[in-house]
């Protein structure tokens, strides 16, 4: 068994069963591998940033690693940016990158990069495999070290040499220990800070955003009087019908500002402290009040649903219903705008969807609109690197088959791996995704006129994506992606519908 | 004058008047200063891998750096495989990056990446702007560093204050020294090799590779009986009529290894030693024979034209007319084939045409099939970076106005960057693109078919780029850059020439 093999098997008996591919010639013997080995789905992503964008898709909606594999140092390159936002997110992923082989390295051939260097700042866990016989062993720490809470990156870097070489052995799983416990002191501060009556805030973050914990911070929240909220981007949101509705910290500085501004006390399930995306002349980075006070009940890596449930045992607090999000809206009607979309969204999306969030200035409200809807989990894109949405509802649908999974897509954003849609076609995946064509950086203007001056020509002409027009439905039909275009809520909760009932993708042009 | 202000001012007083871009909220003062201060050329990209690879097109053909301008880390990350193209190109390309700003940056907001750790393995200078006053002068010296022969990339990360506040000074040139003299007991000794009538080979690369340099190695040659070479990739080769032709090193490495075998001495002008692409179990790295001599004329970064003007002198080598490669060829008919295509090229290639030849596998014989064509200049994707292409014959064509550029470009590359067909619209760009559509990744078919073994189903799958087929009339009329479909050499022809007498954008999908 060469150590390709051993990689295989190995992630195989490590539980990594899905592989999102774009392979080039240093690793033909892991695709050679695959091939011997059964039990491995590897989904062909025809960019990188699509592969590790899925990847993280995957990641969110099973809760477990897929393997990605990429070609060479500037291959992991163009899985950066998506690999960046599946840090920010959290999610387990375990990269495996071929790499010039040993001896080769020295002579400096063309595709030589500095591949670690690149794979560090995404990375918690960076090995290059010295030898064929230690690859087994690498790959199983790497699986190890995403798992790890609450998720992280794994590189693993194999010199070709590595893999084709004989003398490959397959490792045993390498044991996870599941997510600590929160430091009991942690609960008994908490517990009482909420009892002083004063203005405070619960923030959740990461896994306290499933509807259990949810409930529980429910539970607290209507005992004591506390907030909730949530960041204001998050991995994944279980919400709908049935379940505890959180609202997110608003974007816009000033509006996080004020919404912020009454609460004495912060405490932390899992969160960090909320601070603006960006800085800006003038304005604050952190958002909270002066003399807020931040307590932390459980951190990422602990058990946050446990520190909840403790801490409303401590406090007392009863279990109560889920507030009530009034009855299912219907289709809007008329003209297009961010209320309608949300309201059709909310009447016809299928129970379980998946709602992959990128649609950055015109979706601020399609969250807060859509709180009715069935029960469906909400995912975003996390540490802001535009061109995550295609990707993220293209790994989301091969995670959670069975599911409806629709994008809410800037057209900017998906100009970056719009390759995706291939994916989606080959795979066949139900993904629906509604683009939503404003044909600029609609963000970028809004936040040139904060910058003051009237905008000329050469600034505008550089956040302006007309001229030429993208016409999505052909860029869809020329990736095998079945595509119309709405120019109204009619059509739009129309092609909606349809798109729902039968399976595979289907992309709607939305003309806002 | 806030900083971005003094930033624009300097890159322009230091002769850099073209920018490509794809900017982000932490550079929208540096594009309202582009507003106020005229005299910049703004080229958007959809995607940052499409702006490096554009401003490495632009440094190729005009010799001098272009600006980039990139969004944080996630933003450069995207740019970074083409700028690892660029560095083996040894292009001039001068980043500036946007970040968050200083006071910001230790709260970690979502967008915080390690920028300089991802900018430092492609980069020759990487600096971060402490403060706006400094801002002008740290431009003045990027500027100066990217100029520095042979051309490297310099990396200027501005943290967003810097651009905002007050104080900008507008620096002046640095200076930088023209090419240092090769030493003259190199040439001395290079003559005394040449004269001992041995097997000696020239290897020729970088500038070397200019229509002159060239002429005065083909005296040496026809004086010495030594062969000329060129490496394997190059980032710009003058050719055509009345030029001497230079072959390449071989990229199969038996081929290779048997191009090269008769050599004892090898005389490197501005290149280093051939090496295998990759490596391969029981295959040499090295391709020189055992026992070969390695001479060094001159290094990258010295005057190779003035090193091989001494070395004719040296030698008494008479000036010689260039080798007639015969009369220029007829369009080809019939079926598509590689020959047939070069053939096609040479006769109807308009005389000053920039190739940009990403051809892969299926054009390994488009550069020797053309030599014939009138005067043209020829660039390849010398770091082995897939995706080069598009991007590269749009910068090229933005370097060289009323030339036409023709990317000869394989589909699977091509998907990495097509949102290059866009800006090549926007900008009106006289590109012909002959997309070369197999609907495979074909070169890793052949190398997997050397790892042995019958590919199965899974292998096969990950290197198939049909199910579906990639339509690109559809994908190029998606991005408004109008396209056809040739089957046949008569309609690349017709399709060829009718692209040739046109303005702008032209995208031919040719089954091959």
Redesign the interface.
């Known amino acids: 068994m060469n150590g390709a093999e051993s990689l295989v098997r190995t992630l195989l008996a490590s539980g990594v069963d899905t592989c999102f ?1 774009n ?4 690793e ?2 892991f ?2 591998a ?3 080995v059964g039990g ?1 789905r ?1 989904v ?1 992503g ?2 990188e ?1 699509v592969v590790s964008g899925a990847a993280d898709g995957y990641a969110r909606v099973t809760g477990r690693p897929a393997a990605t594999l990429f070609h ?4 992991l ?2 899985a ?2 998506n690999l ?2 599946a840090r ?1 997110a959290q999610s387990p992923i375990v990269n495996i990158v071929g790499d ?2 040993t ?2 390295r020295p ?5 030589t ?2 591949t670690e ?2 794979a ?2 995404v990375s918690g866990f960076v090995r290059t495999a010295a030898e064929a016989a230690r690859v087994g062993a690498e790959a199983a720490a790497a699986v190890a070290a995403a798992r790890t809470p609450p998720g992280q990156i794994a590189t693993l870097i194999l010199p ?2 590595t893999a ?1 070489t004989e003398g490959g052995v397959v490792a045993a799983p390498v044991p996870v220990p599941p997510a600590q416990a929160a430091d009991p002191f942690a609960i008994v501060q908490a517990a009482s800070v909420l009892r002083r009556g004063e203005e405070t805030l619960i923030l959740l973050g990461g896994a306290a955003l499933r509807a259990e914990p949810l409930a529980l911070a429910h539970r607290i929240s209507v005992a004591t009087g506390a907030a909730l909220l949530a960041p204001m ?1 998050n991995a994944r949101i279980e919400r709908g019908q049935g379940r505890v509705p959180v609202e997110r910290v608003f974007y816009p500085v000033d509006a996080a500002v004020k919404q912020l501004a009454r609460f004495r006390h912060v405490i932390l399930v899992g969160a ?2 909320p ?7 003038g304005k604050p ?2 958002l909270l009040a002066p003399g807020c006070t931040l307590h932390v009940l459980a951190r990422p890596e602990q058990d946050l649903h446990g520190a909840l449930a403790a801490l409303a045992d401590d406090l007392g607090a009863k279990p109560v219903a889920a507030p009530d999000p009034g009855p299912r809206p219907e289709p809007a009607r008329g003209a297009v705008g961010p209320e309608a979309v949300a309201q059709t969204l909310a009447a016809l999306m299928p129970e379980g969807t998946v709602i992959v969030d990128e649609s950055i200035s015109f979706g601020r409200g399609f969250f807060r609109g859509t709180a009715a809807a069935p029960p469906h989990e909400w995912l975003q894109i ?4 535009i ?1 995550a949405g295609l990707p993220l509802a293209t790994g989301a649908a091969v995670g959670a088959p069975g599911r409806r999974v629709i994008g809410l897509q800037a057209d ?1 954003s998906a ?2 791996t ?2 995706a849609l ?1 994916t989606q ?2 795979e066949r995946l139900d993904v629906t995704t509604i683009l939503l064509s404003n044909r600029r950086y609609a ?2 203007l809004h ?2 006129a ?4 009237n ?5 505008l ?5 007309s ?9 869809a ?4 992606v079945e595509a119309a275009r709405a120019a109204d809520m009619e059509s739009l909760a129309d092609l909606l519908a349809a798109s729902c009932r039968r399976p595979g993708p289907f992309l709607i042009e939305l003309a806002i």
């Open positions: 591919v392979p080039g010639t240093s033909m013997h695709v050679a695959l091939d011997r491995m590897c062909l025809l960019f940033g060479c140092g500037p291959g390159a163009n950066l940016a960046h936002n920010r010039q082989a001896h080769h002579l400096d051939a063309p595709l990069a500095d260097g690149w560090r700042p070709a040499d084709w981007s960090s402290e601070v603006a995306f960006f800085g800006y002349p980075g952190r996390v540490g802001g690197a061109g900017g100009m970056y719009l390759q291939w076609a080959r963000i970028l936040e040139l904060n910058v003051g001056a905008p000329g020509r050469t600034a002409d550089m956040l302006d994506l001229n030429p027009d993208l016409d999505w439905v052909a860029l039909g020329g990736m095998g």
